[in-house]
């Protein structure tokens, strides 16, 4: 294991609660402009989450959740329409400010960029989804703190593979040894694992807290902040209530010493 190069984000669920009131909803939207009845309720939603990707999510609900659903000849295609319907009301309503960064994220980032840690993105989501949440809740040009942005169709395997992470290492050029992932999934974490990150951190949401989270080396209810600290719910409480770079560097040591 080696020095704290880079911190690698996972999107939706890590860096703001954007599942439920922002891609479901956006799902739902698109699904009555198309003049279909399907309703995805937060408890359905929790249960589709078990797949990544908006047009995988989609297939596997009429896979499993409405099989007698006539598809249309050219499938893929209608899939494909829907979901950039459903990306276009994302877009919007994240623009809006519909959902703000989770707590600690935006300190976190700021500090990473004082000390000269890079910063990159490995997620699932559609690129422009990234930007819109970026650009609505951090100042004007944040994008660029972003060194590498891995994202949607970039690798043909979305998480739990570990397609994108070693995508988002190779563009940097690091080793895994030399980076911390931030997750909030099981997917999440395995697809961290299998692309040889070793310090994980998850910050759990509703739909994630019962997931198993063995492979990560801490567990919290948040990043925390001064004035609203985190609870771990494995590993180490972080010592002044939230989790900034000494906490990780401390983190980064105790799993390359396997007790
Ligand atoms: C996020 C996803 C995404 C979003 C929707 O998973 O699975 O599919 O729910 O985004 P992760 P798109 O946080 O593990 O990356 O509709 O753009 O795919
Ligand atoms: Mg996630």
């Known amino acids: 294991m080696g020095r704290l190069e880079a911190l690698v984000f996972d999107v939706d669920g890590t860096l703001a609660d954007t599942e439920r009131d922002g891609h479901r909803v956006a799902f739902n939207r698109a ?28 297939r596997h609900y009429l896979d ?7 598809r249309p000849a050219a499938f893929d295609d209608f899939v494909a329409g829907l979901h950039r319907a459903k990306t276009a ?5 994240i623009a809006e400010g519909a959902i703000p960064l989770r707590p ?13 840690v890079r910063l990159a993105i490995a997620t699932t989501t559609t690129p422009e989804n990234v930007s819109a949440l970026i650009g609505s809740t951090l100042p ?8 590498v942005v891995g994202a949607g169709d970039i690798v043909p395997s979305k998480k739990p ?16 040894g030399e980076v911390v992932a931030f997750e909030d999934s099981g997917h999440g974490v395995t697809s961290a694992r299998d692309a040889g990150i070793g310090c994980i951190v998850v910050t759990t949401n509703g739909y994630t807290e019962a997931q198993d989270f063995a492979h990560a080396s801490v567990v919290l209810d948040s990043l925390g902040d001064p004035d609203k ?7 180490p409480q972080p010592a002044r209530g939230y989790i900034d770079l000494d906490v990780l560097r401390a983190l980064m040591v105790a799993v ?4």
């Open 161 to 176: 593979a570990p397609d994108i992470y070693t995508w988002v290492l190779d563009q940097m050029q690091l080793p895994p």
């Open 140 to 147: 004007a040009g944040a994008m660029a703190w972003f060194e």
């Open 104 to 116: 600690g994220v935006r300190r976190l980032l700021e500090q990473a960029r004082e000390q000269g």
């Open 64 to 70: 499993r959740y409405n099989p007698d659903f006539e």
């Open 256 to 259: 390359s010493v396997p007790a």
């Open 31 to 58: 699904f009555r402009d198309a003049g279909l009845d399907w309703d995805w309720t937060p408890e359905l939603y929790g249960r589709l989450l078990t797949v990544t990707g908006g047009k995988e999510r989609i």
């Open 229 to 235: 600290p985190a609870k771990a719910i494995a590993g």
């Open 89 to 93: 009301h994302y877009t919007a309503m």
